[in-house]
């Protein structure tokens, strides 16, 4: 073959390899071209999926959320239906029914501490810790409100004359106090199931140690507090006989406004004991220190006599103008020294005046007389 030739035939094989690789490039363009679009529409479609998922996902846990704010809701009204205003504060226990009769054997009749128109006080044993157990009964003057009042109450304030709350039982209305074991003032006073009497002294430190109590509660901050039912059925005794003030189911609270010079509370429901009501309540309506004063200084006029609170402020008067108080002063308080017996019942009467402007300030004047007396009863022998 001549070298012309040689050289088309090389040439024309050079061409036709390129043509065959760009054809053959070409084919794989087109076919990489073809494959894109479904490559792009398989990612898109699984993230779309997985978008799908997500949304599917946040709807059910909004509805899960609906749900339990629905259910909160739901609980809290049937709570308020069940027991109105059971946000309580203060450091107590709750208790269930069952464990209150476990506490007293099925609330047995031998665990039976006193029965009134409130209620049952039973002693128990909760938590190996001996307790009385206050159960309301369905019906009784001392209603939910009274309840609630009394637990918000304890729950708040504390002080070593101030009966104290241990828990309660919301379900039943059951309140449970520390034990009180020799019983109230008004037991004492009767010498009840043959308790021994109260000495002179101790009457004396008794009237000091509630003057400090209620002193207390009307200065308390941001309101003070009227006991409302001070008695001596509702002062108890501890073994040492260290009164405590309980039973504050009809206390309230006190406010200031700008025409009056003294804190008050005013109500139209008339509740608490006749023979210890401040009779400008009766009157008026309106609840303040004083009305504690009056039922504080009938309170101070039986313990240095031991008659009954009806009509014994007319009875002491009448006493004091004949000058017969020395037989009046209780013989079972002890060789009482008539000065001492006197000041006492000169306490009592200035405290329970009709008229509330004439009765002294429990926290100034009543508390230091009350005090030089306890001074001279503590130097006397044994209390």
């Not at 009769?101 to 006193?114: H, I, M, P, V």
């Not at 019906?139 to 241990?166: C, D, M, W």
């Not at 037991?187 to 199931?193: A, I, S």
């Not at 006599?305 to 014994?312: E, F, H, S």
């Amino acid at each position: 073959m001549k070298s012309n030739e040689k050289s088309s035939w090389f040439w024309r094989v050079q061409s036709r390899q390129k043509r065959d690789e760009t054809i053959i490039c070409q084919t794989s363009e087109d076919e990489k071209m073809q494959n894109e679009p479904d490559n792009a529409n398989k990612e898109r479609l699984a993230f779309q999926l997985e978008l799908s998922k997500a949304q599917n996902r946040i709807e059910q846990l909004m509805s899960e959320r609906d749900n339990a704010i629905k259910e909160v809701e739901e609980l809290r009204q049937l709570s308020e239906q069940q027991v109105p205003c059971r946000q309580f504060v203060g450091c107590f226990a709750e208790f269930s029914y069952l464990e209150l009769q476990d506490a007293t054997n099925n609330f047995d009749e031998s665990c039976k501490l006193g029965e009134g128109g409130f209620g049952i006080v039973y002693k128990g044993i909760l938590h190996k810790t001996t307790v009385a157990i206050k159960m309301l009964k369905d019906g009784s003057s001392q209603g939910a409100n009274e309840f609630n009042q009394e637990v918000e109450t304890l729950g708040k304030i504390r002080h070593p004359n101030l009966v104290t709350l241990i828990g309660a039982c919301v379900e039943t209305r059951t309140l449970v106090y520390e034990y009180m074991p020799n019983g109230s003032l008004e037991d004492r006073l009767k010498c009840k199931n043959n308790m021994l009497p109260l000495s002179w002294q101790a009457r004396v430190c008794i009237s000091f140690e509630i003057c400090s109590a209620l002193s207390f509660l009307h200065c308390s901050k941001p309101h003070g507090i009227v006991h409302g039912d001070l008695k001596p059925d509702n002062i108890l005794l501890d073994s040492n006989n260290v009164s405590k003030i309980s039973d504050f189911g009809l206390c309230r609270q006190l406010d200031w406004t700008d025409s009056a010079s003294t804190p008050y509370h005013w109500t139209d429901r008339i509740k608490g004991t006749l023979a210890y009501m401040d009779p400008d309540f009766l009157s008026m309506g309106k609840i303040t220190p004083h009305y504690d004063v009056y039922s504080f200084g009938i309170m101070l006029l039986r313990l240095a006599t031991c008659k009954d609170p009806r009509g014994i402020r007319n009875l002491v008067e009448e006493a004091q103008k004949k000058g017969t108080l020395n037989i009046l002063v209780d013989p079972s308080a002890g060789s009482w020294p008539l000065k001492e017996a006197k000041k006492m019942i000169s306490l009592g009467l200035r405290c329970s005046d009709p008229i509330r402007k004439n009765r002294p300030d429990l926290s100034t004047k009543v508390w230091k007389e009350l005090k030089s007396m306890v001074e001279i009863a503590s130097a006397s022998p044994s209390l």
